[in-house]
């Protein structure tokens, strides 16, 4: 399941969603705001998730 909310597929489908929600509402400002929160937030996503792997391994080699 985490590798299915950080792919591809899942953000061109948030995008297209929140794009049809903007289109009715008028807000494409509000769209492209929000679509750069989800760009950053995945990018923090990532390299936290590789900080978290890399303490992970030195973790294990210093017990060693």
Known sequence: MDRFFTST????????????????TKK?????????IIIILTNIYGVL????CKIDRSGRHDRL
Do not use: H, P
């Open 9 to 24: 597929a899942w953000n061109t489908f948030i995008l297209v969603v929140m794009g049809i929600i903007a289109f009715f």
């Open 28 to 36: 494409i400002v509000t769209f492209f705001m929000l679509g750069f």
């Open 49 to 52: 998730k590789d900080i978290a």
